[in-house]
């Protein structure tokens, strides 16, 4: 009898544990959806269970993610999540969009496979905001993307600024340097933004899979848009990238939030965060989304 006295004590106090675990953690209610036209794209529905916002928030993850990144990922959508839920605001529906572990929202160019960013415009966004029910959005839209998300998101805002209000751009892969630059030019990057060489390999050889020579490049490179397409009309900015940051993206981060706020942009954070790739500051991006 003492026996199962004791089991009985230790179940109770693991139940009150788990239960103080999880309270205040965003749970999500996602619905996934899965396409094979105009080419193969994925993409999730989340939303907080109570919230009755109609405000969408555009979720675009980094190489090796995909539609799930957000619901099933603790660093990015729990995290964001348990922010709006303890701060007592109303969370936006996020949607994840994914076209596959790596995809680049490009203009047509030499490559077949080119052409992404046309697609998702006149495409992929109806598509999806039909299937919510036509609601009357506007410029309501939010958007949030990191690393190779983060690249994907600046080139919306640079190539169109009128579909969102606020954009957070998180560890961007933005690089002073042309995919197609000297291997000398390469090898000063690396010397001095003391970053990884084999990371830097991989992201030039992921850039050149886009954008097959200097001229493709030059119609998406964030760092040389920004001084001509960022302006007053452009979405409110928070971008953010950590101070050791393996890609040695940091100074291109921060180059791009300066030109943001020489170009007059309504609203600019810059954030430097102590670390690696892709550090970021929930609560700051929580309450950015939402401006308060």
């Known amino acids: ?121 006149d495409q992929i966004l109806p598509s999806i905001e039909k299937n919510l029910g036509a609601l009357k959005i506007g410029k ?29 751009i998180a560890c961007p892969v933005f690089t002073d340097v042309s995919p197609f630059a000297s291997d000398e030019a390469i090898r000063d990057y690396i010397k001095r933004t003391n970053a990884d060489p084999m990371r830097v390999k991989m992201l030039l050889k992921l850039a050149r899979r886009f954008f097959p020579d200097e001229e493709s490049w030059a119609t998406a490179s964030p760092l040389d848009l920004a001084k001509t397409h960022l302006g007053p009309e452009s979405p409110a900015l928070h971008i953010s990238c950590g101070d050791h940051d393996e890609f040695g993206v940091f100074g291109g981060a921060h180059l791009f939030s300066q030109i943001a706020e020489a170009r007059k942009v309504s609203e600019v954070h810059w954030q430097p965060l102590k670390g690696g790739h892709c550090v970021i500051d929930p609560e700051a991006i929580a309450r950015f989304l939402l401006a308060y």
């Open 1 to 121: 009898m003492y026996y199962s006295g004791v089991h009985m004590i230790r179940y109770f106090l693991f139940f009150i544990f788990i239960l103080f675990s999880f309270s205040g953690r965003a749970n999500f209610d996602t619905e996934c959806f899965h396409k094979n036209q105009p080419l193969r794209w994925s993409y999730c529905i989340s939303r907080i269970e109570g919230s009755t916002s109609k405000e969408l928030l555009y979720y675009l993850h980094g190489v090796g993610g995909n539609e799930y990144s957000w619901s099933k990922n603790r660093r990015i959508g729990e995290e964001i999540g348990s922010v709006w839920m303890k701060d007592g605001v109303s969370a936006p529906i996020v949607i994840a969009v994914s076209f596959g572990k790596e995809w680049i929202l490009n203009e047509k160019n030499s490559n077949p496979t080119s052409g992404l960013m046309a697609i998702f415009i």
């Open 140 to 168: 309501k839209r939010l958007l949030f993307g990191e690393s190779m998300g983060g690249i994907n998101s600046a080139e919306l805002v640079l190539k169109h600024p009128e579909l969102f209000s606020r954009a957070a």
